[in-house]
C-alpha cells in the first residue's frame, strides 16, 4: 500500500526534476547547449551578464542582468545581441523570454522581442511577460 506524505523540501524537488528530466530526454532528439556572456570590471566582478540555451531549434534565455552602476551604457544590448548571434550559429531561429512588469519588457520590445503571453495578477497585482523573436 502507498502512504501519502507532506514533502516541500528541495530534495523532493530536485528528484522529480531528474525524473522529467530523463523521461522527456528519451523524447527529445536536441541537446542543450549552454550559452552565456558577462563585462568584467578591474576587479574581474561580473557587473552586468547573459546567460541561456539553445535547445533545437529555441534560444531560451534564463538571465540577463546588469549592475545598477552600468544601465545606460548599452551593455545589455551588447550582451543580448552577442547571445542571439551565438545562437544562430548553433541553429536556432527563434528566441523566448519572460520578464515581469517592473524589468525589462520595453527593453525587450526595443530589441524586436514581442509579447505572446501575459500572466495577469502574478504573483498577486504583477504581470509577467512572455517573448519570442524570430532570429
Not at 523540501?9 to 522527456?24: C, G, K, M, P
Not at 532528439?29 to 566582478?45: D, M, T, Y
Not at 535547445?55 to 551588447?78: E, H, M, Q, V, Y
Not at 525589462?104 to 517573448?131: H, I, S, T, W
Request: positive net charge.
Amino acid at each position: 500500500m502507498y502512504q501519502l506524505k507532506s514533502d516541500d523540501s528541495a530534495d523532493l524537488n530536485n528528484q522529480l526534476r531528474e525524473h522529467i528530466v530523463a523521461f522527456n530526454a528519451a523524447h527529445f532528439n536536441a541537446e542543450r547547449i549552454p550559452l552565456g556572456f558577462k563585462f568584467v570590471n578591474k576587479q574581474n566582478s561580473v557587473v552586468a551578464g547573459i546567460h541561456g540555451q539553445v535547445f533545437g531549434n529555441w534560444l531560451l534565455i534564463s538571465w540577463l542582468w546588469c549592475d545598477d552602476k552600468t544601465r545606460g551604457k548599452g551593455l545589455a544590448t551588447r550582451l543580448l545581441a552577442e547571445l542571439e548571434s551565438k545562437a544562430k550559429a548553433f541553429g536556432a531561429s527563434t528566441a523566448q523570454l519572460d520578464t515581469l512588469d517592473f524589468q525589462a519588457k520595453p527593453f525587450y520590445e526595443k530589441n524586436g522581442y514581442q509579447v505572446k503571453y501575459e500572466m495577469k495578477n502574478y504573483p498577486l497585482d504583477g504581470c509577467r511577460y512572455f517573448m519570442e523573436k524570430t532570429l
